[in-house]
């Protein structure tokens, strides 16, 4: 059963831009804790960014601080993922999670108990 459904990958050149989008069709996560995992070939999935249920705090990987934004609008019971001045290195799978028994931004992937399937995002050099 798919709870999470991630949207926005694709193929960009260096220096561009993606926007991610992970809805939660038939459930909401207003009151989760979320956040989005990425995971490269061959590498471990590794933390991007979160967010706390209301917004108001966020964590950000130091490999993407300053570059990515995350943010989330509560009635779409829909997270996003801005990703801007990509970079080879962000070539990935990227996947959006909910941590149901957390209010507060997390960066341990083991407190996230719902996953997307994930969505490919390839930046050319």
């Known amino acids: 059963q798919v709870q999470l459904v991630e949207s926005g990958g694709g193929l960009v050149q260096a220096g561009g831009s993606l926007r991610l989008s992970c809805a939660a069709p038939?459930?909401?996560?207003?009151?989760?804790?979320m956040g989005w995992f990425r995971q490269a070939p061959g590498k471990e999935r590794e933390f991007v960014a979160a967010i706390s249920w209301r917004g108001g705090s966020t964590y950000y990987a130091d490999s993407v601080k300053g570059r990515f934004t995350i943010s989330r609008d509560n009635a779409k019971n829909t997270v996003y993922l801005q990703m801007n001045s990509l970079k080879p290195e962000d070539t990935a799978v990227y996947y959006c999670?909910?941590?149901?028994?957390?209010?507060?931004?997390?960066?341990?992937?083991?407190?996230?108990?719902?996953w997307g399937q994930g969505t490919q995002v390839t930046v050319s050099s």
């Open positions: 999670a909910a941590a149901s028994g957390s209010y507060h931004a997390t960066r341990s992937r083991y407190e996230y108990d719902y």
């Open positions: 038939g459930r909401t996560f207003s009151s989760s804790a």
